[in-house]
Every structure is written in structure tokens, then in C-alpha cells.
């Protein structure tokens, strides 16, 4: 299984809609988790993080199940400004100041 | 707002050749990486260096690749002899005095595309 599997989309949803993605991941002793968000041929910012109670900013909702090894975002009301490829992150090890990308996701919002 | 520099934007070099990346890290951080990202690929780790030395480095970051802090701001990867596999858009980055474990935020910079032809 690889470290971190995401749906390479991409997503066309339009403007108004919900979306939601997931990302899964290997290691079951990752303890921290990231949304990044990378615009087209830019470089990646932080979007939230996941906590295991799970993150919610505005309009972005994170979630963690560790059961089952996936976090999830959720976008509500997409705005053409979100349009852009959405990372899964996390650490590589513990105490690691090591990042493990995920390819991304992208997403496409459609007037 | 405080912001990662990096020059050059876009450099094209021949294979064989040395080429050094520069960095300028958010003034108050102490913690500094090197990313690359292949066109189409993810974000890789190469390095991370705090207190004037490596602290991790990945596969990638072979005898090739060195990094230096030169003086009080900049950082700088240097690759040594390219390879056409070099080509791909280079990320500095920086992270605060916690080094982003706990907040995962690393400050990125826009990038050096580097093209080997």
C-alpha cells in the first residue's frame, strides 16, 4: 500500500456545490495531518489541519478516521476560488520534521 | 506579510553543469527545507536544516546535492553535475521556532523551475 493515496480527480463541480475528498494512508502511527492546497504550477500553502476531533474553518470541514486510515475534507459552497489541487500531508515519522506529500487532488469549480 | 524568497525563477542549464538555488527563509524561522516537485508529480523531500547543519535527508539528496547557510539570510542548494532527472521545480522552505510539527505549516516559497537540457 503506498504512504498516501488520493483521488487524482479531477473534480468539476459547480459553483454552489459540496464536495468532498479523501485521502488514505498507510502509516497507522501518523498522529498529525494536513490539508495543503497548491494552485496551478505554485507553490503549496497550508490549508488546515486535522485534528482527531476533527477541523472546521468557514466553509472547509476536515475529519480523521483512524479506523479505517483516511481523513477527509469537505468544501460547501464552492467558490471559483477554490479551484485548485488539494494535498493530503503528514509527517513521515515520528518526530520528524519530514513532510510526505500526497499527489493531490484537483478540483475544478464551473460558473 | 512575511514571505519565502527564492531566486532564480527559472533557470536552464546544460547537463554536467553546476547550479545553486537561493533561498531567503522568514527572518524569525529556524527551520529550512528544500522541496522539488517533478512536472505532474508530488512534492518531494530532499533536506531539512536547522542549527547550521542537516538534520534529515531523504534518497533523493545524494552526494550531488549540498546546502549551505552562507550567512544570517540565505540558504542555498547547490547541485554539483545535473542530470536531465534534475529538472523540476525546486521549494525552499521555512518553518517557526517549533519547526511546524505541531502546526504542519511550512512557509513555501514560489519556486525554482529548473530545466537540464
Known amino acids: 500500500r503506498k504512504e498516501v493515496e488520493q483521488d487524482p480527480g479531477p473534480f468539476n463541480v459547480p459553483e454552489g456545490a459540496t464536495v468532498a475528498f479523501n485521502c488514505t494512508y498507510s502509516n497507522s502511527a501518523s498522529q498529525s495531518f494536513f490539508w495543503y492546497r497548491q494552485d496551478c504550477r505554485k507553490e503549496p500553502k497550508l490549508l488546515m489541519s486535522?485534528?482527531?476531533s476533527g477541523n472546521e474553518d468557514g466553509r472547509f470541514t476536515a475529519q480523521l478516521n483512524r479506523a479505517s486510515q483516511y481523513i477527509s475534507l469537505l468544501i460547501r459552497d464552492s467558490k471559483l476560488s477554490d479551484s485548485a489541487t488539494y494535498l493530503c500531508?503528514?509527517?513521515?515519522?515520528?518526530?520528524?520534521?519530514?513532510?510526505?506529500f500526497g499527489k493531490g487532488t484537483k478540483l475544478s469549480v464551473i460558473p | 506579510e512575511p514571505e519565502v524568497t527564492q531566486t532564480p525563477s527559472h533557470q536552464v542549464t546544460q547537463m554536467g553543469q553546476e547550479v545553486i538555488l537561493r533561498c531567503v527563509p522568514i527572518?524569525?524561522?529556524?527551520?529550512f527545507y528544500w522541496y522539488r516537485q517533478i512536472l505532474g508529480q508530488k512534492v518531494e523531500f530532499l533536506v531539512s536544516?536547522?542549527?547550521?547543519?542537516?538534520?534529515?535527508k531523504s534518497e533523493i539528496f545524494d552526494d550531488q546535492f549540498s546546502v549551505e547557510r552562507p550567512d544570517g539570510s540565505n540558504f542555498t542548494l547547490k547541485i554539483r553535475s545535473t542530470k536531465l532527472e534534475d529538472s523540476a521545480m525546486y521549494f525552499c522552505?521555512?518553518?517557526?521556532?517549533?519547526?511546524?510539527?505541531?502546526?504542519?505549516?511550512?512557509?513555501f516559497g514560489e519556486g525554482s523551475r529548473l530545466t537540464v537540457l
Open positions: 500531508v503528514f509527517p513521515s515519522g515520528a518526530g520528524s520534521y519530514q513532510l510526505t
Open positions: 536544516f536547522y542549527n547550521n547543519e542537516i538534520s534529515e
Open positions: 527572518s524569525n524561522h529556524l527551520y
Open positions: 486535522v485534528y482527531s
Open positions: 522552505a521555512s518553518s517557526e521556532p517549533s519547526g511546524g510539527l505541531n502546526t504542519g505549516e511550512l512557509f
